[in-house]
């Protein structure tokens, strides 16, 4: 049984109830950010599961220096801060720099560090030392195996509120593969696993990356089937004109039927 990271009032871990990471991929406007809010916390509301609301004031590490980046810190904390005081649901977000994990630890409640930066010693370190629970993504270059240095990283930082996300690994150049045995490796360090249905369709290459959204449902059920403790996805209300990752976000009109099947399977796999 993994370790139990409490978020707010939120248990993930332990075999407490299938845990919901979601939001835009990118803060694109206060307004943008406060009606997805809205939308996410009403739809928990309605089925019953815990959420949390994620979204990104920077995004540090797209491909082509012509792509939008976000407001940037100072601009995107006040966004998420106003989320999470208007809809009183906890807020995570990523953060690429070290001097940025104590300002935004004042602010939200999960840090999470991007898959390109999980072996970024000080980032993690910082994020660490700020005490809030940390998400790291498994890189796509990492094996779940090795994931248990980075665990070591936090701890060494007087962290355990330590959550684990596996997000696919490279194929090829353009291509992702998730192998679903990652779930059961990253869950023998005790600590809980996250899966991120959308980030694992994407397809780089060319000046913005890609994505097969189709394939979504398919990973998260079969994440779910392999005992994961939270799933992740970047959901939009217009993924068409979406600032980023526009191929594999989730169009929010989706999330009611699949989030439906989702915590149904949830329960046949614990046994309830």
Known sequence: MSKVVEVGRIKIGGGNPLVFIMGPCMIESRDHAL????????????????????????????????????????????????????FEVP?????????????????VDVLQIPAFLCRQTDLILAAGRTGK??????????????????????????NRKILLTERG????????????????VMKKTGYPVVFDATHSVQRRGGETTGGDREFVP????????SGCDCLFFEVHDDVASARSDRDSQLPFDLLPGLVSE?????KAVSGE
């Open 91 to 107: 807020v995570l977000t990523d953060i690429h720099e070290p001097s940025h994990a104590e300002p935004v630890a004042s602010v």
């Open 218 to 225: 398919v990973l998260a059920k079969a994440a779910v089937a």
């Open 169 to 184: 690994t490279c194929f090829g150049y353009s291509d992702l593969v998730v192998d679903f045995r990652s779930i059961a």
């Open 133 to 158: 629970p940390v998400n790291v993504k498994k890189g796509q270059f990492v094996s779940p195996y090795d994931v248990r240095y980075i665990v070591e990283k936090l701890e060494f930082a007087g």
């Open 35 to 86: 009606r997805m809010a809205e939308k996410l916390k009403g739809l928990a509301e309605r089925l019953g599961f815990p959420l949390i609301y994620k979204s990104s004031y920077d995004k540090a590490n797209r491909t082509s220096i012509r792509s939008d980046r976000g407001p940037g810190l100072e601009k995107g904390l006040k966004v998420l801060e106003e989320v999470k005081r208007e």
């Open 262 to 266: 989702l915590l149904s399977l949830s």
